[in-house]
């Protein structure tokens, strides 16, 4: 691997940005990497285990970078750009790894200085867990990662991202900003969305205990506590950002959801026969797409006992 | 490990049943294991993979068993006792694997021969395969398996029962059938029809190709894709046959989600973010109680490819 920029500055030091530097660092593709978290816990964090050179200001970690990841909640970006944009480097490239596209383009350009290059970004990785220790470096390896840039975006400037994403193991893909926005409310956040509700419901019902509830929870609901233990921050930026998009699909979900009660209240074996047969065949295209394990159970341990 | 039965009759010949004769035989904990499936391809796939002695009937499977164990859809209990009672040895004791205990009591004991003890049972293990195929021995290790045994139940055959149970690994909890079929509603019926409605609507999304759902679903989907793969028979059983329960489910969870749906129009970040971090509690319990990995992603390889 050869070094794609001399310096690469995090800001948000969470999941994302700990498995960039990470991965960065594996593969020598920054000359330096800076970083900035607004928690002071957190940069503590990231200096104990050597993430990166922390730094105690977000104007401080850019200074001089050819390279600047905003990997903050979506809501974060606006605040984050009045701190930085005094101090950026000449001809600066800003990606973001926001899961949301077209407000995160609408919170960024107005504070862009001229010759800078906003290539706005969205890795399609993570895990359930958060923060500086939860980064790793093969996090990307494979998975996708899109990119919406704008009409007037350089290629150079373009091309140079690319290099360094595909240098850390993922796959790039570009589209429209509003495209992605759609795309993803469908594949992760209503999904996500509809987990946490589910897992809410579980916990208020008061008729079955607490215990029994996760007791008993492997027979389909532990999957969806999986999703539903998600980073609230990042979550709740997520769905108000991709406000219009999201509630498009809740609202086909809900009407869906009405018509498959319906078939159970009525007893139409049939209807729900046909419909289950059918999300069956997605599952297939999923797997062939190489896009998850066909290991039954995710290959999930049986019985898996916590590590610690 | 010591023999438990004589002759173990299995009739369905799945996933469940699959496993029941590999961890059998692995334990030696019957004499003999019969099998019968309805369909001649399951039982010919059972016959080619040596899975146990397979007969062509039911009544020929269950003859002299002192077990017989009911691994059918839960609509077709009734049936199958139609065609195993005449024939069913005295002192028997018989027991099912059903997602759904109060239907399948009233489907069985108006069947049961004098003398004949039944303990209704449900393994809560499996995995998104089905068929005879996808067993394999070490599915139940452990895992929970419910039994709802009735008031008149013989303690010996159910002491019996419960050996068997826990020398294949399981671990086993008794309670009420209806409080079986709510608690099931939350941790797995109603999951289910969620994930199995999601999965349709990203099915049916006209503006997003189904090869970009496809394509994209790493993002959160593709776990609903896992549980909404399931096998369409058995499932669309459980909510035929457990309606009252999921439907109640079903209506606490869309009154849920239109709270979040609301939270989400009027951007109230606080609602949600308070929601979000409640969740995340109830996963910390779930694998605190051991039932489920905290591996980041369930373990799962990043960008695993099919296996075949």
């Not at 706005?120 to 470096?137: D, M, Q, V, W």
């Not at 998975?143 to 290099?163: E, G, H, K, S, V």
């Not at 532990?222 to 233990?229: E, K, L, N, Q, S």
């Not at 997520?238 to 159970?264: M, P, S, W, Y």
């Amino acid at each position: 691997m050869t070094q794609v920029y001399d310096k690469v500055a995090l800001i948000g030091l969470g999941l994302i940005a700990g498995s960039m530097a990470h991965a960065m660092r594996e593969g020598g593709l920054a000359g330096r990497i800076t970083g900035y978290a607004r928690s002071a816990e957190t940069r503590d964090t990231a200096r104990q285990i050597a993430l990166c050179e922390v730094c105690d200001s977000a104007a401080e970690a850019v200074a001089g970078a050819d390279l600047v990841v905003l990997a903050v909640p979506v809501g974060a970006m606006a605040d984050v750009m009045t701190q930085i944009t005094p101090h950026l480097a000449p001809g600066v490239t800003i990606t973001d790894v926001g899961s949301v596209k077209q407000s995160v383009i609408d919170a960024v350009t107005p504070h862009l200085p001229a010759g800078a290059h906003f290539i706005p970004g969205h890795p399609l990785a993570g895990t359930e867990h958060s923060g500086p220790r939860a980064g790793f470096a093969s996090l990307f390896r494979n998975r996708w990662w899109l990119l919406t840039p704008l009409p007037d975006t350089d290629p150079d400037a373009l091309a140079r991202l690319d290099r360094l994403i595909t240098a850390m193991g993922a796959k790039t893909d570009r589209m429209d900003a509003a495209h992605h926005d759609l795309v993803l409310a469908v594949t992760s956040h209503a999904p996500h969305l509809i987990a946490y509700t589910m897992v809410g419901v579980a916990d208020h019902l008061r008729r079955v205990s607490g215990e029994e509830v996760i007791q008993y929870s492997a027979a389909g609901f532990r999957d969806f506590t999986r999703i539903a233990a998600s980073d609230p921050t990042m979550w709740r930026d997520v769905f108000l950002h991709n406000k219009e998009a999201t509630l498009d699909i809740l609202g086909r979900f809900t009407e869906e959801l009405f018509v498959l009660q319906r078939a159970i209240r009525m007893g139409d074996g049939q209807q729900l026969h046909d419909y289950f047969t059918r999300t069956r065949a997605i599952r297939r295209g999923i797997i062939e797409a190489g896009q998850d394990t066909e290991a039954p159970d995710f290959g999930r341990t049986p019985g898996a006992r916590p590590a610690g």
